[in-house]
Protein backbone atom coordinates (compact mmCIF):
# COMPACT_ATOMS: atom_id res chain seq x y z
CA UNK A 1 0.00 0.00 0.00
CA UNK A 2 1.02 3.53 -1.08
CA UNK A 3 -0.10 6.51 0.03
CA UNK A 4 0.82 9.90 -1.82
CA UNK A 5 -0.06 13.31 -0.19
CA UNK A 6 0.29 16.15 -2.47
CA UNK A 7 1.03 19.88 -1.52
CA UNK A 8 2.07 23.15 -2.81
CA UNK A 9 -1.21 24.08 -4.57
CA UNK A 10 -2.76 27.33 -4.14
CA UNK A 11 -3.82 30.89 -5.52
CA UNK A 12 -0.68 32.41 -8.43
CA UNK A 13 -1.32 34.76 -10.83
CA UNK A 14 -0.64 34.63 -14.73
CA UNK A 15 2.77 34.34 -15.22
CA UNK A 16 3.63 33.79 -11.83
CA UNK A 17 5.53 29.79 -10.11
CA UNK A 18 4.30 27.11 -7.93
CA UNK A 19 6.34 24.18 -6.93
CA UNK A 20 3.82 21.06 -6.15
CA UNK A 21 5.66 18.21 -4.01
CA UNK A 22 4.24 14.64 -3.84
CA UNK A 23 5.60 13.12 -0.55
CA UNK A 24 5.26 8.67 -0.35
CA UNK A 25 4.45 6.17 1.95
CA UNK A 26 6.82 2.97 2.14
CA UNK A 27 10.27 1.77 1.68
CA UNK A 28 10.38 1.27 -1.89
CA UNK A 29 9.98 5.04 -3.22
CA UNK A 30 13.14 4.57 -5.76
CA UNK A 31 11.56 2.13 -7.53
CA UNK A 32 8.27 3.44 -8.54
CA UNK A 33 7.95 5.69 -11.74
CA UNK A 34 5.87 8.62 -10.64
CA UNK A 35 3.69 11.17 -12.39
CA UNK A 36 1.95 14.20 -11.91
CA UNK A 37 -1.98 14.32 -13.76
CA UNK A 38 -4.29 16.93 -13.92
CA UNK A 39 -7.54 17.20 -13.49
CA UNK A 40 -9.75 20.89 -14.83
CA UNK A 41 -13.35 21.47 -14.25
CA UNK A 42 -15.48 19.49 -17.14
CA UNK A 43 -12.63 17.83 -18.46
CA UNK A 44 -10.92 14.53 -18.12
CA UNK A 45 -8.06 13.83 -16.00
CA UNK A 46 -5.00 14.05 -17.86
CA UNK A 47 -1.41 13.53 -18.11
CA UNK A 48 1.15 16.72 -17.18
CA UNK A 49 4.32 14.52 -16.74
CA UNK A 50 6.18 11.53 -15.93
CA UNK A 51 9.75 10.39 -14.39
CA UNK A 52 11.49 7.41 -14.52
CA UNK A 53 12.68 5.11 -11.16
CA UNK A 54 15.41 5.20 -9.86
CA UNK A 55 17.32 8.54 -9.99
CA UNK A 56 14.58 9.31 -12.29
CA UNK A 57 14.76 11.24 -15.51
CA UNK A 58 11.52 12.38 -17.04
CA UNK A 59 9.96 10.54 -19.54
CA UNK A 60 7.24 12.18 -20.60
CA UNK A 61 5.41 15.98 -20.78
CA UNK A 62 2.40 16.85 -21.61
CA UNK A 63 2.74 19.31 -25.02
CA UNK A 64 0.88 22.31 -23.09
CA UNK A 65 3.54 22.06 -20.25
CA UNK A 66 6.95 21.35 -22.16
CA UNK A 67 9.37 24.18 -21.46
CA UNK A 68 7.31 25.16 -18.68
CA UNK A 69 7.21 22.41 -15.95
CA UNK A 70 9.65 20.02 -14.47
CA UNK A 71 9.80 17.26 -12.92
CA UNK A 72 12.35 16.12 -10.22
CA UNK A 73 12.26 13.45 -7.53
CA UNK A 74 14.33 13.38 -4.29
CA UNK A 75 14.77 9.50 -3.42
CA UNK A 76 16.46 10.47 -0.18
CA UNK A 77 12.96 12.54 0.50
CA UNK A 78 10.51 9.92 -1.21
CA UNK A 79 9.38 13.13 -3.04
CA UNK A 80 8.30 13.90 -6.09
CA UNK A 81 8.22 17.91 -7.85
CA UNK A 82 6.51 19.20 -10.33
CA UNK A 83 8.25 23.20 -10.89
CA UNK A 84 5.11 25.49 -12.97
CA UNK A 85 6.72 28.13 -14.22
CA UNK A 86 4.59 30.71 -16.80
CA UNK A 87 1.05 29.52 -15.19
CA UNK A 88 -1.64 30.50 -17.13
CA UNK A 89 -5.32 30.39 -16.48
CA UNK A 90 -6.20 27.18 -18.68
CA UNK A 91 -3.52 25.50 -16.22
CA UNK A 92 -5.97 25.54 -13.65
CA UNK A 93 -6.93 22.45 -12.36
CA UNK A 94 -6.78 19.32 -8.98
CA UNK A 95 -3.25 18.15 -9.72
CA UNK A 96 -2.54 14.72 -8.79
CA UNK A 97 0.39 12.79 -8.14
CA UNK A 98 0.99 8.92 -9.42
CA UNK A 99 3.10 6.40 -8.32
CA UNK A 100 3.34 3.38 -11.27
CA UNK A 101 4.79 -0.01 -9.42
CA UNK A 102 7.26 -2.54 -11.49
CA UNK A 103 5.77 -5.01 -13.43
CA UNK A 104 6.33 -8.06 -10.36
CA UNK A 105 3.77 -6.04 -8.26
CA UNK A 106 0.21 -7.09 -9.23
CA UNK A 107 -2.25 -5.78 -11.24
CA UNK A 108 -4.25 -4.34 -8.91
CA UNK A 109 -1.67 -3.34 -6.49
CA UNK A 110 0.55 -1.14 -9.44
CA UNK A 111 -1.05 2.50 -9.37
CA UNK A 112 -1.46 4.61 -6.93
CA UNK A 113 -3.05 8.34 -6.43
CA UNK A 114 -3.14 11.02 -3.60
CA UNK A 115 -6.09 13.25 -3.40
CA UNK A 116 -5.07 16.63 -4.97
CA UNK A 117 -3.89 19.86 -4.89
CA UNK A 118 -5.68 22.21 -6.30
CA UNK A 119 -3.80 25.03 -8.45
CA UNK A 120 -6.14 28.62 -9.64
CA UNK A 121 -4.08 30.42 -11.75
CA UNK A 122 -6.31 33.90 -12.39
CA UNK A 123 -5.93 38.05 -11.65
Known amino acids: QVQLVESGGGLVQPGGSLRLSCAAS????????MGWYRRAPGKQRELVAT?????????NYADSVLGRFTISRDNAKNTVYLQMNSLAPEDTAVYYC???????????????WGQGTQVTVSS
Open 98 to 112: NAHLPRWYRPEQRDY
Open 26 to 33: GDDFSIYA
Open 51 to 59: ISSGTGTPT
